[in-house]
């Protein structure tokens, strides 16, 4: 059975592959694939779910049952985190991060991490696939060491820090809000060292293990664009210049304008590849995905940017990025990954905050000064729950809607129907460059039961 979608291992708590058995089995074929004879230590942190601990006991269970190792407990921590310190450490070590992202906190999941930080590759994950079909239960379980040390966490405070003290200097003064979704940033955020003409309305960074991605963060961005346009609109004093949204794990960004417009991924990856290109002789390449906005793609291409287009996932556009020696990918989920950023190859919420500030300090200048909204052609995204319906099965059973749905988007316009890879959801992608025909196919697609 598949164990991994498009980011790791994710379901609900308790169900498979997330019920005690099946999390061993994980845990012991993680160290079998993984261990090279050299692995000595595997760090393992979470992004602030209650499930968090009863899956980090079954997990080293399984561990402990194939190799003696350190594990060395960071706590809650950012996913980008991990990658970082595996990165950026001369340790034989591998990583696992306990999360499931932008899922409610009723979902938990697993990402792996290489002993230089980059997420594990297909093969790899096919072959804990089979290990985990074929093992009977786990039984054999040895007693491992298991340390809590804050140096590894401190190594990223500072690097992030040293990061900022690269912004442009300037006097200008940014008053940002930050939402941090009650997940894995809201204990770090205030620890870097920023500037003083920098300050930070921050909210939603109490994490009580159930309160996660609740109404609020990268995927309910609606959260703080209403805080920043009603807070802006009453209060001049205390103006927010902009807001950004992280989602649970910390490895998504979405931004906020002061007059409470949102900026996804894809608004992002045209803002800094036209902004902070390189100045070089050859022509600058992006990568996006099959979810990028066509009106996105098609400026880009008119300010002579290649854009390339990969897969959805995160692992994907790193790929792409290596294979065409890009200079930055995107999702419009707002996994950014900045290439001019050695040491984290994941996309890295935080990273993308630093890097905003310093465009609006180099620029000198207004998100609305240097975005024009008219850059997208309007989209909808619709997500449809399913249960164990296949992509293939579903798009045939309401085949007659489809069809209807690509008629009336054929001109100016596409439909892109995919199965998440992270819930059991299938996402409808619908856009035009008319918001009536638009409205008038999302009420198809919404009709479906």
Known sequence: M?????????????????????????????????????????????DGRESHGSILSNLIKGISSDHKYEIIYLDLL???????????????????????????????????????????NQFQ?????????????????????????????????????????????????????????????SKVISDI??????????????????????????????????LVYESNKKNKSDYIHFGICFDGDGDRAIIIDSMGNILDGDDLLYL????????????????????????IRNNLEKHGITFLETDV?????????????????????????HTNIPGV???DGLITLIKFIHLLFKLNKNISDIYPASNKIPSKLININIDSTSQI??????????????????NNGRILIRKSGTQQLIRVLIEHESEQILNEAELLIKSIK
């Not at 058995?21 to 760090?43: C, Q, V, Y």
């Not at 950012?78 to 979902?107: C, E, K, R, V």
């Not at 099965?393 to 054929?410: A, G, N, P, Q, S």
Request: glycine fraction near 8%; aromatic fraction near 8%.
């Open 393 to 410: 099965d579903f798009k045939e059973k309401h085949r007659i809607i489809f069809t209807k749905v690509e008629k009336m988007l054929k």
């Open 313 to 337: 996932g995160d692992k994907n556009v790193l790929e792409a990025i290596m294979n065409n020696n890009a200079y930055i990918g995107a999702e419009s989920s707002g996994h950014i990954i």
């Open 193 to 226: 060292n920023w500037p003083k003409n920098i300050s930070f309305t921050i909210v939603n960074n109490s994490p009580n293990g159930q309160n996660i991605n609740d109404k609020c963060g990268a995927v309910h961005p609606e959260y703080l664009s209403n």
């Open 125 to 185: 994950e096919n072959e804990i696939e089979k290990i985990v079909d074929s093992e009977d239960e786990i039984i054999k379980n040895n007693i491992l060491d298991i340390s809590h040390d804050n140096t590894y966490r401190g190594l990223y405070i500072n690097f992030l820090s040293e990061l900022v003290s690269t912004i442009t200097k300037t006097s200008q003064k940014l008053n940002i809000a930050v939402d941090c979704a009650n997940g894995a940033t």
């Open 78 to 120: 950012p996913t980008p985190a991990m990658s970082f310190i595996l990165n950026n450490t001369s340790l034989d070590s591998i990583g696992i991060q306990i999360t499931a992202s932008h899922n409610p906190y009723t979902d938990n999941g697993i990402k792996i991490f290489n002993k230089l930080g980059f997420k594990i």
């Open 345 to 347: 190859p994941i996309g």
């Open 2 to 46: 598949k164990l991994f979608g498009t980011d790791g291992i994710r379901g609900k708590y308790g169900d498979y592959p997330l019920d005690e058995s099946t999390i061993k089995k994980i845990g012991f074929a993680i160290s079998h694939i993984l261990n090279d004879g050299k692995i000595e230590k595997i760090f393992i942190s979470h």
């Open 272 to 295: 800094f590849a036209y902004y902070l290109k390189p100045d070089v002789s050859e022509q600058v390449k992006v990568v996006g995905t099959v979810m990028t906005n066509y009106g």
